[in-house]
């Protein structure tokens, strides 16, 4: 098994830099949609409707980065197991 074989380490590693990216978009995210609603109270546009596409857009990457992240998660160990031990950086 891989994680017998490389260690919890390197796992771990892996997947906490796959938590580090998402809250990095997820906090893109809420900026844009934050940032939109603050420019939408001090000087009144966009619409609001322009505004609720924007969380809409939001919405919508931060699903497919979760995505996005969730496959690089399954396809990690196929990964490994397909590179020799001499290629592994440490």
Known sequence: ??????????????VLLLIAAWFVCSGLAELAV???ETIRLVWGTP???AL???KARA?????????????????YP????????????E
């Open 1 to 14: 098994m891989i994680v017998l074989r490389r260690g919890w380490r390197e796992a771990r590693l892996f």
């Open 59 to 75: 919405d919508a990457a931060l699903l497919a980065t979760t995505i996005a992240l969730l496959a690089c998660l399954l396809a």
């Open 34 to 36: 934050s940032g939109g």
């Open 47 to 49: 619409s609001a409707a």
């Open 52 to 54: 609720a596409a924007l």
């Open 78 to 89: 196929l990964i490994l197991r397909r590179l020799p031990d001499g290629r592994r950086r």
